[in-house]
C-alpha cells in the first residue's frame, strides 16, 4: 500500500500502452489512468482497460480508470496553401462553411459559432498564439480585427474567450465513445468544455449510476457557475490548457485554489492537471519551477495530480511517475501542509456520517492513530472521511469491486475490496489480520473504525469505534 495521500493520474498514450509499462508506471506510484479519446481507437482503449484490470488482479490493488472525452473542439477549416498569415491590425473576414479559406478568409464547419458571434467576441486560434476580435457579423459574414498576429495553420484550434456557445458538451463522437467506455466499466467519464450544469445534468442522464462524472473546468463560463457544476458531478478537474488560454494567465492559479476549496467543503475528489512535468516528455528531469507546481497542488489539497503528454507520448514514463511521486511525498512531509488542512473550515451537514467523519482527523491526531477504516457501500462515508485530510491512512473497506476502483482516485484512501463482517466481532478480527498483513501495522497500534450498524446498509454510517490491534 502507498505511503502518500496525493494520488498520481497518468496519461495512457503510444509511450504506455504495453502491458509491461504500464504495470512497471503502477509499481512506481501511478494509482489511476486516464484513456484519452481524443486519440486512439475503441480496439486500443478496450485493451488499455484489459490491461489495466490484469494489473488490479496480479497485486490486489483497486485502480480507477478514467475514460476522457474530447467534448466540442472547435477547429478553423482548411485553406487554398495550407496556411494564411494573420497581420496586425487587418480586418478579415470569417464564413461558415466547408470550403478552404484564403488570404484573410478563415472558413470555419461550425454553425454554432457563426451564430455566437457578436460584435467584442474574441477568438483564439492555435492553443491562444493569434487572436482577432469580432467588429460585426450579419449571421452569414463576420468581420474581424487581428490583435495578436501570425501564420495560421489549417485545423487549428479555436477558442471564444467571452462568449457561452449555444452547444452540448457532448457530441456525437462523445455519445459513441461514452457509451463504449461503458461497456467497458470505466469508473469515470471525463466531460470536457463544461459550461454549465445542464451539461452536466445532460450527461448523467446517458451515464446514470454505471460511472462517475468527473467535470474538466477549461471555460470561463464554468467557473461562473461552477457551484452549480460541482453540485452535478462527482469530481472536478482544474484543465489548464484550456482554462489558461480563454483566462488570462494570471487568473488561473486563483481559479485553481477557488476549485480545489470547493471540491473539498463538498467531499468530491479534484484533479490538478497540464503542463505539470511538461519539459519531462523530453527531459529526464523536471525543470525546478514544475516541481514546485505539483508541490503547489499538493499543498493546495488537491486529491491527485495528473501525468498528460508525460506518460502518453514522453521518452521516460515511468521517471516522471517516480519524480512525481518524490515530490508529492516531499510535500506531505512538511508540518505546514497539515497546519493548513486543519486551518481550512469546512461545512457540516446534520447527519452521523459527518458528525463522525468530522471528528476523525482530531482523534487520530490525539490518539496518534495509525490508521483510519472505513466500511462503505458506496464509498460516500470514505469520501466524507477524505475530506478531513486526517494525518493518517483512510482504508475504505468495501464488497463492491466498483467502489473500491472509484476510491482509488481519492486522496488519502487505500481501498480494499472485503465482504461486510457479520457482526462486531467479527469486524475487529477482520480489522486486526488486514492491518498487519497488509498495512504494515504491528499489535498495539491504535486504529479507527467507521461503519454502518447493522451491517451492509447504504447511508447507515452510526459507528466509530476506536481499537488497538491485537
Not at 459559432?113 to 460585426?136: C, P, R, Y
Not at 497539515?338 to 468530522?358: C, H, M, N, Q
Request: hydrophobic share 45%; proline share 6%; with cysteine.
Amino acid at each position: 500500500m502507498r505511503k502518500r495521500f496525493a494520488k498520481i493520474l497518468a496519461t495512457v498514450g503510444p509511450a504506455s500502452r504495453s502491458p509491461d509499462i504500464m504495470r512497471l508506471l503502477h509499481d512506481v506510484g501511478v494509482d489511476a489512468f486516464r484513456l484519452n479519446f481524443s486519440h486512439g481507437s475503441h480496439e486500443d482503449h478496450a485493451a488499455s482497460v484489459k490491461a489495466i484490470r490484469n494489473i488490479q488482479k496480479e497485486t490486489g490493488n483497486p485502480i480507477c480508470i478514467v475514460a476522457d472525452m474530447q467534448g466540442p473542439k472547435l477547429r478553423c477549416g482548411t485553406f487554398e496553401n495550407g496556411s494564411i498569415d494573420l497581420r496586425y491590425g487587418e480586418t478579415i473576414e470569417i464564413r461558415q462553411g466547408v470550403e478552404p479559406g484564403s488570404d484573410g478568409l478563415i472558413i470555419m464547419p461550425h454553425e454554432e459559432l457563426m451564430k455566437a458571434m457578436v460584435e467584442g467576441t474574441i477568438l483564439k486560434f492555435d492553443d491562444g498564439k493569434l487572436q482577432v476580435t469580432v467588429l460585426s457579423n450579419d449571421g452569414t459574414s463576420a468581420k474581424a480585427r487581428v490583435d495578436v498576429p501570425g501564420p495560421l495553420s489549417e485545423r487549428k484550434g479555436i477558442n471564444v474567450v467571452n462568449t457561452v456557445l449555444p452547444m452540448s458538451a457532448m457530441t456525437d463522437k462523445d455519445r459513441v465513445d461514452m457509451a463504449f467506455a461503458l461497456t467497458q466499466d470505466v469508473d469515470f467519464i471525463a466531460l470536457s468544455f463544461v459550461q454549465t450544469s445542464e451539461d452536466v445534468r445532460e450527461a448523467r442522464a446517458i451515464i446514470g449510476d454505471k460511472a462517475g462524472i468527473i467535470v474538466k473546468i477549461e471555460k470561463p463560463s464554468a467557473v461562473e457557475d461552477i457551484d452549480s457544476i460541482l453540485i452535478a458531478a462527482d469530481a472536478a478537474m482544474v484543465a489548464r490548457g484550456d482554462l489558461g488560454v480563454e483566462l488570462p494567465l494570471e487568473e488561473v492559479p486563483v481559479v485553481q485554489r477557488l476549485i480545489i476549496r470547493k471540491c473539498r467543503a463538498l467531499g468530491k475528489p479534484v484533479i490538478v492537471a497540464t503542463h505539470m512535468l511538461e519539459s519531462m516528455i523530453d527531459a529526464p528531469t523536471p525543470t525546478r519551477a514544475e516541481a514546485s507546481d505539483v508541490a503547489t497542488a499538493i499543498y493546495q489539497g488537491a486529491d491527485a495530480v495528473m501525468l498528460s503528454a508525460e506518460t502518453a507520448v514522453g521518452r521516460h514514463p515511468a521517471t516522471a511517475v517516480a519524480i512525481m511521486d518524490r515530490i508529492i511525498s516531499a510535500a506531505e512531509r512538511d508540518p505546514i501542509l497539515w497546519e493548513y488542512f486543519r486551518s481550512i473550515k469546512l461545512p457540516y451537514e446534520a447527519t452521523a456520517e459527518d458528525a463522525i467523519s468530522g471528528a476523525v482527523s482530531g482523534m487520530a491526531t490525539t490518539l496518534n492513530a495509525k490508521a483510519v477504516l472505513g466500511y462503505t457501500l458506496t464509498g460516500s462515508t470514505v469520501l466524507r472521511i477524505s475530506r478531513e485530510r486526517p494525518p493518517c491512512s483512510i482504508v475504505g473497506l468495501t464488497p463492491n469491486a466498483r467502489t473500491a476502483s472509484r476510491l482509488a482516485l481519492s486522496w488519502g484512501v487505500l481501498p480494499v475490496v472485503t465482504p461486510d463482517p457479520a457482526d462486531f466481532d467479527d469486524m475487529m478480527g477482520h480489522i486486526s489480520d488486514l492491518a498487519k498483513s497488509s498495512m504494515g501495522l504491528e499489535s498495539g497500534d491504535t486504529v479507527m473504525v467507521s461503519a454502518g450498524v447493522p451491517f451492509g446498509v447504504p447511508g447507515s454510517t452510526n459507528t466509530l469505534n476506536i481499537s488497538k490491534i491485537a
